[in-house]
Nanobody, 113 residues
């Protein structure tokens, strides 16, 4: 099982980024996938989750209306579109999912002017 995130970087407040997480080693389409983040000195928190069966989503309250999780089962990839970014969104973002609840290595998102 492998999860590889990409798409992080430095962006100004109000900007956008799209994170990608490429999955391999398991049947991607049947597993719920999630994005978490961890800011310095803080606990890791769930940002968004996409249920594989129902297609339902859940979001951290502070990102509702700004972030959107989606997936492409043909590409074994889950995405996190992040709009209207704020400095408080600065964190390492991690992809999580699969039969072993695996984690990716993380991708840094920094929102700063």
């Amino acid at each position: 099982v492998q999860l590889v995130e990409s798409g992080g970087g430095l962006v100004q407040p109000g900007g956008s980024l799209r994170l990608s997480c490429a999955a391999s080693g398991f049947i991607f389409s049947i597993y719920t996938m999630s994005w978490y983040r961890q800011a310095p000195g803080k606990e890791r928190e769930l940002v968004a989750r996409l249920n594989s069966n129902s297609g339902s989503t859940e979001y951290l309250d502070s990102v509702k209306g700004r972030f959107a999780i989606s997936r492409d089962n043909t590409e074994n990839t889950v995405y996190l579109q992040m709009n209207s970014l704020k400095p408080e969104d600065t964190a390492v973002y991690y992809c999580q999912g699969g039969p072993l609840h695996s984690w990716g290595q993380g991708t840094q998102v920094t929102v700063s002017s």
